[in-house]
C-alpha cells in the first residue's frame, strides 16, 4: 500500500495532538516494516518547513512537504471547496489518514482519520470558535466519508458512535505509546524543592485552578506546584502565588526530567479524549492523582489515585493519598505505562486499513 499521512499539526509546537500524531506514525513505519510505502505529507508555512522536518527526525518515512503563504487557510478552503483531488499533487495513493486540521479530496482509496476527542461537541463553551468550527466540519466530514476511523481511547471511541453516528465496526481503539525518554532511569530536575508537577495548556477544561486550591489547602510550604504548559485562553487560573512555579512550554527532554524529580504528578483536567499525560508520568515512576472522570479511565488503569476534578478539598486529599502510597504506586505505574506502545498504535492502523480496503 501507499498511505498517505497527513502531518501538518507538528508545524506548531507539540501538544497532546502532536505527540500522538508524531508517535503513531512512528509505529505505523515500524508496523508496516518496509512492505507499505509511507508518505508524511503537509501544505505547510515556512515555520512548518522547519519544523515538521525536526519533529519527524528518526521515523524511516517519506516526506512531502508544499510551502504555502497563508498555509491555514489554504487547507481549511481547500477541504471546503472539495477540490482538486489529493492526487494530482502527490500522485495515486491507497491510504489517506487526514488530521485534525484538514480533511482533503481525494478521488479513490482508503479515506481515514484520528478522533482525538468531541469536547467541541460535547462542550463547545470550553474551545474558541475557530476550533469549534474547524472542528465541527472536519467531524461531520469524517462521519459521512470515511471508510474508518481510529479514536484514541474506547471512551472516545464510544462518543464517536453516539455523537457522529457513526456504525461501531467503522471505529478502530488505537490506543497511544509512550516515546522512549519517558522512563524511569535518567536526569531528574531539581528546582530547588519538593514539588507536584501538572502538564496542560491554560484552557478551561484543563481545570488548573481547582489544583492551585488544592496546593494551597495542602498547607506544605516545602512543597511547591510547578505548572509546565503553553499560553492558552480563556479565563486565566491565579497562579501567580507563593510557591507555585510557572515553567511554560518545555521539550520532552526537559518534561521527562521534570516527571522524574515530582513528589507526585496531577492530572484534574475535566474532560480528555485519553490523558496521555498520565502515562508518562507513571512511565517515568512518577506516582499520578488524575480526575475521577471516566474519559481518564484507561490511561489510569489501577494504578493512579482519583478524584472529583470540581472539589479542591478531595484533590488535596488525593495528593496526600498518593504522597503516602508513593512506593506502591510508582511500582503500579510503572506496569500499567509499559502496556502502552506505539507500535501497537501503528499496527492497529495498518490493520484497519486493511479492513477497509477489503470491504
Known amino acids: 500500500m501507499r498511505v498517505l499521512f497527513d502531518v501538518s499539526p507538528l508545524s506548531h509546537p507539540r501538544s497532546g495532538i502532536g505527540t500522538y500524531l508524531r508517535g503513531s506514525l512512528a509505529g505505523l513505519a515500524e508496523a508496516a516494516a518496509g512492505k507499505h510505502e509511507i508518505v508524511a505529507f503537509a501544505p505547510t508555512s515556512p515555520q512548518g518547513k522547519m519544523a515538521i522536518p525536526a519533529a519527524l527526525d528518526g521515523i524511516p518515512v517519506e516526506l512531502s512537504l508544499r510551502l504555502l503563504p497563508f498555509a491555514h487557510a489554504w487547507r481549511q478552503s481547500w477541504s471546503r471547496l472539495g477540490r482538486p483531488a489529493l492526487e494530482r499533487f502527490l500522485g495515486p495513493f491507497d491510504v489517506l489518514h487526514f488530521s485534525d486540521w484538514m480533511y482533503p479530496p481525494q478521488r479513490a482509496g482508503v479515506r481515514a482519520t484520528t478522533i482525538h476527542d468531541l469536547v467541541p461537541l460535547r462542550f463547545p463553551e470550553w474551545v474558541q470558535g475557530r476550533t469549534r468550527r474547524m472542528h465541527g466540519a472536519k ?63 491554560l484552557e478551561p477544561r484543563k481545570n488548573l485552578g481547582a489544583l492551585v486550591d488544592a496546593h494551597a489547602l495542602l498547607g506544605r510550604e516545602r512543597l511547591a506546584l510547578a505548572v509546565v504548559g503553553a499560553e492558552g485562553w480563556g479565563d486565566q487560573p491565579a497562579i501567580d502565588r507563593p510557591g507555585v512555579i510557572r515553567l511554560g512550554y518545555v521539550d520532552d527532554e526537559e518534561l521527562a526530567r521534570l516527571y522524574r524529580g515530582a513528589s507526585v504528578f496531577a492530572y484534574p483536567s475535566r474532560f480528555e479524549g485519553f490523558g496521555l499525560p498520565v502515562i508518562e508520568a507513571m512511565a517515568c515512576g512518577t506516582p499520578v492523582v488524575c480526575s475521577a472522570h471516566e474519559s481518564m479511565d484507561e490511561a489510569c488503569g489501577d494504578a493512579a489515585v482519583r478524584a472529583d476534578p470540581l472539589d479542591g478539598a478531595a484533590i488535596a486529599a488525593a495528593l496526600e493519598t498518593a504522597l503516602a502510597r508513593r512506593e506502591e504506586l510508582v511500582r503500579l505505574g510503572l506496569a500499567h505505562a509499559a502496556r502502552f506502545s506505539w507500535r501497537e498504535t501503528g499496527r492497529v492502523f495498518l490493520d484497519g486499513y486493511l479492513w477497509a480496503g477489503a470491504s
Open 139 to 201: 467531524y461531520r466530514n469524517a462521519a459521512t466519508t470515511c471508510d474508518v476511523l481510529f479514536a484514541n481511547s474506547g471512551f472516545t471511541r464510544r462518543e464517536t458512535v453516539e455523537l457522529l453516528g457513526v456504525p461501531e465496526e467503522r471505529v478502530r481503539v488505537a490506543l497511544p505509546g509512550v516515546e522512549a525518554h519517558f522512563r524511569a532511569d535518567g536526569q531528574r530536575a531539581d528546582l530547588g524543592c519538593e514539588y507536584v508537577l501538572t502538564v496542560a495548556t
